[in-house]
């Protein structure tokens, strides 16, 4: 059974990537084997990872010209952590998806065999900072959401437009969607606003908050510009904690019955 | 002469509606009639700033039913500053757009009367975190480019799409388009990679960096929860000490024969 994930938050800058990257790492570390889909044109994802064989095909060529997924796979130099790299021609993706048929399911039909093969027990896709087809593709193609929920007060304007999107998607596209939990990121213990937004997100979705909670810390902002995770390149750091415990409680959501 | 500046970087959490609101706000205490226009259909900008009038129509009326820009502006409760607000129906716009004619050009054509009127010195607009319709729409409209680069390794990545993107954009849509320049922000001097984030810029951009830079400072994430900007939140923080010195800059740079 292979799990699949979105990472989803039209919110600019609220630690989406950082979430795949860091929690991709931290479950194959505690031997669950993960891969990162990168389906942010930007492709921070793919440059926060060191792929280990030259990137031929990407996300770019599963979507629009209908690539096996297992064609623009690689390993990165994480064990047991794979990624489909993005490039930048996926900007254009979203225009070019427009008027081929079954737009919405295109990353969908190309994940039906990554879970009949299981050799992936989960799917984390990295989205762009919107709610266009790019983002769509991975609802539809999810069994579960992960929102990063930066703890910002203008981080919490949004999120009621993201929970009718999700709940539009699951009455028309996706009926099996589930909203897996809010991980609130970036948290500053020197400000009261980082506590406020905490608790308020408790109080709009209990039950649904993820108990970990990222801390803000430097560390997390240089481990991209080395093509490392935070989980080796500085594995005691906060952030690295944060992320394994978020793995563990992850994990604990997914098997629960 | 009504000078008219897009705030674009499809790099998500850069400060693009901060620099928005506290520019702005910066412009009109130095005595410059200013208006933000918000095309994020997020509406943080419009969230940020306290409208004196009721909101009734917003720049999605503009840009799809074309409705006057003069129509859907209000007063804020900063003097000289005004603001046309966005609403979430702005999200779907950019499909709306896609079939009208002169889609790329229906920012430009309702400015044309704001222009001509001349009641205000200077427009701000505020884009959404990608280079789609609503971002295009700025860029055919304006006359300068700010690009809000956060001092972090992901924010530099994307910087050379977007430049060939403004190249795009002058080639085709508008010849007068100019690049005024890049802003660095949330630096934080406790880190080297603030640091090397701003030389990195301003040696692929001589002469293109403000030399004002805007600090990390808390007080700035806690500003927009009270509709305010930060020179009055908090007139004497080291944000809003930034944002004059950016507007004296700015206004240096456009008064420059
Ligand atoms: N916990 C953290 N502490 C400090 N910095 C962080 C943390 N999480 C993320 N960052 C930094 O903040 C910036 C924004 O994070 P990131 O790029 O992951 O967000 P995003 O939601 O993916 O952005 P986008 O909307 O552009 O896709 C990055 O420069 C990242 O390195
Ligand atoms: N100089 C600063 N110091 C501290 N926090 C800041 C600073 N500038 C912006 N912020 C905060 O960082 C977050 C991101 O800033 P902002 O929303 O302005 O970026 P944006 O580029 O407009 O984001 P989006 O891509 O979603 O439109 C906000 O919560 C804001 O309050
Ligand atoms: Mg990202
Ligand atoms: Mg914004």
């Given at each position: 059974?292979?799990?699949?994930?979105?990472?989803?938050?039209?919110?600019?800058?609220?630690?989406?990537?950082?979430?795949?990257?860091?929690?991709?790492?931290?479950?194959?570390?505690?031997?669950?084997?993960?891969?990162?889909?990168?389906?942010?044109?930007?492709?921070?994802?793919?440059?926060?990872?060191?792929?280990?064989?030259?990137?031929?095909?990407?996300?770019?060529?599963?979507?629009?010209?209908?690539?096996?997924?297992?064609?623009?796979?690689?390993?990165?130099?994480?064990?047991?952590?794979?990624?489909?790299?993005?490039?930048?021609?996926?900007?254009?993706?979203?225009?070019?998806?427009?008027?081929?048929?079954?737009?919405?399911?295109?990353?969908?039909?190309?994940?039906?065999?990554?879970?009949?093969?299981?050799?992936?027990?989960?799917?984390?896709?990295?989205?762009?900072?919107?709610?266009?087809?790019?983002?769509?593709?991975?609802?539809?193609?999810?069994?579960?959401?992960?929102?990063?929920?930066?703890?910002?007060?203008?981080?919490?304007?949004?999120?009621?437009?993201?929970?009718?999107?999700?709940?539009?998607?699951?009455?028309?596209?996706?009926?099996?969607l589930e909203l897996t939990g809010l991980l609130m990121t970036m948290f500053?213990?020197?400000?009261?606003?980082?506590?406020?937004?905490?608790?308020?997100?408790?109080?709009?979705?209990?039950?649904?908050?993820?108990?970990?909670?990222?801390?803000?810390s430097i560390r997390m902002g240089e481990a991209p510009s080395y093509g490392?995770?935070?989980?080796?390149?500085?594995?005691?750091?906060?952030?690295?904690?944060?992320?394994?415990?978020?793995?563990?409680?992850?994990?604990?959501?997914?098997?629960?019955?």
């Amino acid at each position: 059974m292979t799990h699949v994930l979105a990472i989803v938050n039209q919110k600019g800058g609220v630690g989406k990537t950082t979430t795949a990257v860091n929690l991709g790492a931290a479950l194959a570390e505690a031997g669950r084997r993960t891969v990162v889909l990168d389906c942010d044109p930007q492709a921070n994802a793919t440059r926060s990872l060191t792929p280990l064989q030259p990137v031929e095909r990407t996300i770019y060529d599963v979507l629009v010209d209908g690539v096996a997924i297992a064609d623009a796979m690689v390993q990165t130099q994480v064990e047991g952590l794979d990624i489909v790299p993005a490039s930048q021609a996926l900007a254009g993706a979203e225009i070019e998806l427009v008027n081929l048929a079954g737009r919405e399911a295109r990353l969908r039909d190309a994940l039906k065999v990554l879970r009949q093969t299981g050799d992936h027990d989960i799917a984390l896709i990295d989205c762009p900072p919107s709610l266009g087809l790019l983002s769509v593709n991975a609802l539809v193609a999810a069994d579960g959401v992960i929102v990063p929920v930066q703890c910002e007060y203008l981080s919490l304007e949004g999120l009621g437009h993201l929970v009718r999107t999700l709940e539009l998607v699951q009455k028309r596209l996706n009926q099996d969607l589930e909203l897996t939990g809010l991980l609130m990121t970036m948290f500053d213990p020197r400000t009261n606003l980082s506590s406020q937004v905490v608790e308020e997100v408790g109080r709009h979705f209990p039950r649904k908050r993820f108990h970990t909670v990222i801390p803000r810390s430097i560390r997390m902002g240089e481990a991209p510009s080395y093509g490392e995770p935070i989980t080796s390149y500085a594995p005691r750091s906060p952030g690295a904690l944060a992320y394994r415990a978020l793995a563990g409680e992850l994990i604990g959501r997914l098997d629960a019955p």
